[in-house]
Structure formats: C-alpha cells, structure tokens
C-alpha cells in the first residue's frame, strides 16, 4: 500500500528525471569528485590560464592537467581561446564558479 498522495505521486513522476537526464547529471556532478578537477575549475574561475601555467600552479605535470582538461572540455565545462601556439582554458559558464562556490559556502569556508 502506498503512503504518499496522489499529488505527491504525480509531482515526483513530473519533476522526476528520466534515467538519460540522471546519467547525465551524474556525469556533471562526478566532475567534482576529482580534487586535480576541482583546482583546475577554481583556478580556471579566477582566469584563463595555459596547460603550463596549470600544471605550475596545481604542482602536477602536464600530462596530467591536459588529461583532465579533455575531461571537462568534452563535458563542455571548460574551452580554449588559441592565442599564437599556446591555448588558453576558461571556464564557459559562470553558473560552474557558482557551484563551487555554493560548495565552499556549505562546508563553511
């Protein structure tokens, strides 16, 4: 027997996300389970920066920093501007700064 409402039960089958959408939002939100990624976007919120100047700041060489840039560009969290030879990644949408901020503020930092 059922205990939730009929209301409850036609606004969670509404609002309730199809199994392709949940892959898809769990492929979003695993992006931020990985702390290279995580110092990546942070750093990439602050400016543009080249896999160069990413593997300096983050202390890790560039094959790694490259490795994970493929990540977030193929899930379109990251582009790149050329700039001569060198490519410059950045953040393609301030809503991704807004949810590491929101993470920030909940742990209390």
């Known amino acids: 027997m059922l205990m939730a409402t009929a209301n409850v039960l036609q606004d969670i089958e509404y609002y309730l996300p199809d199994k392709a959408s949940t892959t898809k939002i769990a492929r979003f939100f695993a ?10 976007l942070s750093a990439l919120a602050i400016s ?7 593997a300096n700041i983050l ?7 490259s490795h994970q840039l493929k990540t977030l560009r193929d899930l379109g969290m990251v582009d790149f501007e050329r700039r001569g030879k060198i490519l410059y990644y950045k953040i393609t949408n301030p809503k991704i700064n807004e949810i590491l901020l ?8």
């Open 31 to 40: 992006v931020f389970s990985d702390c290279t990624r995580l110092r990546l």
């Open 48 to 54: 543009p920066l080249c896999v160069t100047d990413l």
């Open 59 to 65: 202390e890790t060489n560039q094959t790694t920093v």
């Open 102 to 109: 929101l993470g920030v503020e909940y742990l209390g930092y």
